[in-house]
């Protein structure tokens, strides 16, 4: 029983991990970075869509190397023109 009640713990204190590891990636950096949180737009529909399309951004910034998403948004609002010729 001992042996079992571990085994729920660490799978307990996995499955927190992996949830703050979401959290702070993702969640956390969406709302300092895009104030998610104080978003005003409504519905399902349209605020999965805008969140979403956050979310992809965040991509792009990750995949041009950037750590720090207040230095993509600052690079993209100075090099909008290099973006506009990837796409």
């Given at each position: 029983?001992?042996?079992k ?12 991990k ?8 993702v ?11 104080k978003?005003?737009?409504k519905?399902?529909d ?24 207040k ?11 290099k973006?506009?010729a990837?796409?």
């Amino acid at each position: 029983m001992k042996k079992k009640m571990l085994v729920m713990d660490e799978t307990f204190a996995e499955k927190i991990k992996a949830h703050w590891l979401i959290e702070n990636q993702v969640h956390w950096v969406k709302d300092v970075n895009f104030n998610e949180d104080k978003s005003r737009i409504k519905g399902i529909d349209v605020a999965g869509k805008f969140s979403l399309l956050v979310t992809l951004i965040l991509n792009i910034y990750r995949s041009l190397g950037f750590v720090s998403i207040k230095e993509g948004q600052s690079w993209l609002g100075n090099n909008w023109e290099k973006i506009l010729a990837i796409a």
